[in-house]
């Protein structure tokens, strides 16, 4: 076992057997696998941060739509009325309303 590890510790470069180099791979090692901020994590959370934003971006143009929808029921009384039977239902006093489901 001995004369193995011999031979073995022979045929490592002279370059690989400076405690530098050594503590340098060893560092870069651990950096690039197993600290808590590996590459890996770091490309997973760039791709988390680029879907946060593209779902930032959608809620954003919904959040404008409806600024101008509120901004519209607010100051014209047709649109009013219209957005009242639409989606509550209401009526005026004496109409009937029918509803009719497709399937």
Do not use: C
Request: aromatic residues 12%; hydrophobic residues 40%; proline residues 2%.
């Amino acid at each position: 076992m001995k004369t193995f590890l011999k031979n073995l510790y022979q045929k490592v470069p002279s370059s690989f057997k400076n405690i530098y180099v050594i503590t340098l791979l060893v560092f870069s090692v651990w950096m690039l696998f197993f600290d808590t901020h590996d590459q890996l994590t770091i490309h997973r959370l760039k791709q988390r941060k680029i879907e946060l934003n593209e779902k930032k971006a959608f809620y954003q143009k919904e959040i404008d739509q409806l600024e101008k929808d509120m901004e519209s029921l607010q100051t014209d009384p047709i649109q009013l009325e219209k957005f009242a039977r639409e989606k509550h239902l209401l009526r005026k006093a004496g109409e009937d309303v029918y509803i009719i489901k497709k399937k």
